[in-house]
């Protein structure tokens, strides 16, 4: 069973920075793509930032400069380094990863708060 464990979210204020963990098991992560999401109160959650099995990046307009994603295989673990933050960055993030299947898999969400 895939398991996907979120960790590194708190309260920040602006313009400071978080580093976000996942680590995954029950799966064979190396292959899969990594991706962060995000869900703000009373808004749909949204993708943010991905990562392939060959390291390709992508991330969305509104982090572009200042998240980073990364992942280390020999940990099973996706990161996400988020610096200079804003309120708007306020929302609870979740770790998904995709298989070469296309099985998507969730983490359970860590909240990140962003105080002005």
């Known amino acids: 069973q895939v398991q996907l464990v979120e960790s590194g979210g708190g309260l920040v204020q602006t313009g400071g920075s978080l580093r976000l963990s996942c680590v995954v098991s029950?799966?064979?992560?190396?292959?899969?793509?990594m991706g962060w999401n995000r869900q703000a109160p009373g808004k749909q959650r949204e993708w943010v930032a991905r990562i392939t099995p060959n390291n390709s990046t992508e991330y969305h307009d509104s982090v572009k400069g200042r998240f980073t994603i990364s992942r280390d295989n020999a940990k099973n673990t996706v990161y996400l380094q988020m610096n200079n933050l804003k309120p708007e960055d306020t929302a609870v993030y979740y770790c998904?990863?995709?298989?070469?299947?296309?099985?998507?898999?969730w983490g359970q969400g860590t909240q990140v708060t962003v105080s002005s």
């Open positions: 998904k990863q995709i298989s070469k299947s296309g099985l998507a898999s």
């Open positions: 029950g799966s064979i992560f190396s292959d899969n793509i």
